[in-house]
Nanobody
């Protein structure tokens, strides 16, 4: 059982930045596809960003392209989401996601094998 622990959420003004981190408990992290999803109140969980196990490929939702960056440190079993130029519509609970022993990308919640508990990001206008 893999545990994913997110950190870095909080309250920020529009235009500001936050960095989210996700620490994985298992060494199989380095063979896993990783991603970030978010869920706003009253809405379904949606894809934000993903990275393959070798960091050769990333993918972003159109709504965050050019503002968010995902990368991973396999030596530290950590995946990072840097969020810049934040907007009020980015307000949501952000979830780290993993699929073990996978060389693809996590572009849909249906592909996710493990979820973190989430971290709240609130962007004020």
């Amino acid at each position: 059982q893999v545990q994913l622990v997110e950190s870095g959420g909080g309250l920020v003004q529009a235009g500001g930045s936050l960095r989210l981190s996700c620490a994985a408990s298992d060494h199989t992290f380095r063979r896993s596809a990783m991603g970030w999803f978010r869920q706003a109140p009253g809405k379904e969980r949606e894809f934000v960003a993903t990275i393959d196990r070798s960091s050769s490929t990333t993918n972003y939702a159109d709504s965050v392209k050019g503002r968010f960056t995902i990368w991973r440190d396999n030596a530290k079993n950590t995946v990072i989401l840097q969020m810049n130029s934040l907007k009020p519509e980015d307000t949501a609970v952000y979830y780290c996601a993993a699929r073990l022993n996978n060389d693809g990308l996590l572009v849909s919640p249906t592909l996710v094998q493990y979820w973190g508990k989430g971290t709240l990001v609130t962007v004020s206008s």
